[in-house]
């Protein structure tokens, strides 16, 4: 399908994102003011939820970036986790906090959290912009999770059809998928 042909609607508003990234910020400030925090960008999703984050949380932070890819071109996740980037440092007695821009499957963030913890980190905290839990087909623990919503394709603010719609400032359900 012709990304020029997709009927985008608004479902979650900047406003709303936004907000809900500053209350994230906050709650992980209160939990690691003072210590070692690195934090680990999912690429390409999850950049733009990535940037806007970091700069909420009010201690000293360090930005890695792993990239990784599980929908090959589609609009649902193929299950398969294909490392396109791994992490440029150690992460070995540092608190680490895992950002993913969604998740569904939950195959992909259990398989980041698996390589992030045989690294020995202090600890991971899962981080996630959007959690679609009707779709999950392994369990999978989040720590702080911005919206739920149901399993329908979505794009915008940094989540991609066939790499078009990342700039988006909001979240968009996309109508017209059969």
Known sequence: MNPKNLNLKSYISEEKIQEKVKQIGEQLTAKFKGQ?????????????????LIRQINTDITCEFFGVSSYHGGTSS?????VTLDLASPVEGMHVILVEDIVDTGLTMNYLKTSIESRKPASVTTVTLLEK??????PCKLDYVGFQITNEFVVGYGLDYQGYFRNLPYIAQVQNFQ
Do not use: I, M, W
Not at 38 to 49: H, P, R, Y
Not at 133 to 138: C, D, H, I, R, Y
């Open 133 to 138: 839990p009707e779709a999950l087909k392994v």
């Open 78 to 82: 193929s299950g398969e986790v294909k």
């Open 36 to 52: 070692k925090v690195v934090a680990v960008c999912v690429l390409k999703g999850s950049f733009l939820f990535y940037s806007d």
